[in-house]
């Protein structure tokens, strides 16, 4: 009987992940983390913590309600998104050092989104408005990342993810369990500048600097740990 259930068990899970590996979206609402192998294209979305999977199109129909937010990257609706993946291309196409090339596309991302913010700041950064204007603009609670002027750490994750993707930059993206406290929804990237050593990218405090994982500076810009419920 406990060969036969795990067995199930394997074929499930089997099941599962090669369904995913069609959907990112819904692997990324699953497991809360894409791995670098985990391309993200056009259509690309982020439901948030706590909620139901579903659809975009089927999203779209939903009214606005304050505490819903769905982040949508796809430059067929966001023509913002598709004038910042150009941009990319020609400052990555100059630098063929793969962490200069980070660090023009981690700079890149901080500006789009609002620039540099202390973590002493970051409490009253105030990206939420801009995130209600976004819904309001396609009157639903999609939010193109293209139409954000600020964006938090989770928005640049996002972003960050999919920009790497689409320049060929191997990247990750994680977010946290958190369902409650001062970082629900957080959301961190991770890269390989060389083979050895995952860094954390920072987007928001002191950008561009790369932190390597399991170390004090990677678990604050992460809020792991002992940063978890920290107001910082």
């Given at each position: 009987?406990?060969?036969?259930?795990?067995?199930?068990?394997?074929?499930?899970?089997?099941?599962?992940?090669?369904l995913?590996?069609q959907?990112?979206?819904?692997?990324?609402w699953?497991?809360?983390?894409?791995?670098?192998?985990?391309?993200?294209?056009?259509g690309?979305?982020?439901?948030g913590?706590?909620?139901?999977?579903?659809?975009v199109?089927?999203?779209?129909?939903h009214a606005?309600?304050?505490?819903?937010?769905?982040?949508?990257?796809?430059?067929?609706?966001?023509?913002?998104?598709?004038?910042l993946?150009?941009?990319?291309?020609?400052?990555?196409?100059?630098?063929?050092?793969?962490?200069a090339r980070?660090?023009?596309l981690?700079?890149?991302?901080?500006?789009?989104?609002?620039?540099?913010?202390?973590?002493?700041?970051?409490?009253?950064?105030?990206?939420?408005?801009?995130?209600?204007?976004?819904?309001?603009?396609?009157?639903?609670?999609?939010v193109?990342?293209?139409?954000?002027?600020?964006?938090a750490?989770?928005?640049?994750?996002?972003?960050?993810?999919?920009?790497?993707?689409?320049?060929?930059?191997?990247?990750?993206?994680?977010?946290?369990r958190?369902?409650?406290?001062?970082?629900?929804?957080?959301?961190?990237?991770?890269?390989?500048?060389d083979?050895?050593?995952?860094?954390?990218?920072?987007?928001?405090?002191?950008?561009?600097?790369?932190?390597p994982?399991g170390?004090?500076?990677?678990?604050?810009?992460?809020?792991?740990?002992?940063?978890?419920?920290?107001?910082?």
């Amino acid at each position: 009987k406990d060969t036969h259930w795990k067995q199930l068990g394997d074929i499930c899970k089997d099941t599962l992940d090669r369904l995913f590996q069609q959907n990112p979206s819904a692997k990324f609402w699953h497991y809360g983390k894409l791995d670098d192998g985990d391309k993200v294209q056009d259509g690309f979305y982020d439901l948030g913590i706590g909620r139901a999977f579903s659809y975009v199109e089927e999203l779209q129909t939903h009214a606005i309600e304050a505490d819903i937010e769905i982040l949508v990257a796809n430059r067929s609706m966001d023509a913002k998104l598709g004038k910042l993946q150009e941009q990319c291309l020609e400052l990555v196409a100059q630098e063929e050092d793969k962490g200069a090339r980070i660090l023009k596309l981690a700079n890149l991302v901080s500006s789009r989104l609002g620039g540099a913010v202390k973590y002493d700041e970051y409490g009253d950064f105030g990206f939420s408005t801009d995130v209600q204007k976004a819904k309001a603009l396609r009157n639903s609670n999609i939010v193109c990342v293209g139409d954000l002027n600020k964006g938090a750490c989770r928005h640049r994750a996002f972003l960050f993810k999919y920009l790497c993707d689409q320049l060929g930059i191997e990247c990750s993206i994680h977010r946290s369990r958190h369902v409650r406290g001062a970082h629900v929804g957080h959301a961190w990237n991770v890269v390989h500048v060389d083979y050895d050593t995952p860094v954390v990218v920072d987007l928001m405090h002191d950008v561009g600097k790369l932190y390597p994982e399991g170390k004090e500076d990677a678990s604050k810009y992460s809020r792991l740990g002992a940063f978890a419920f920290a107001t910082l």
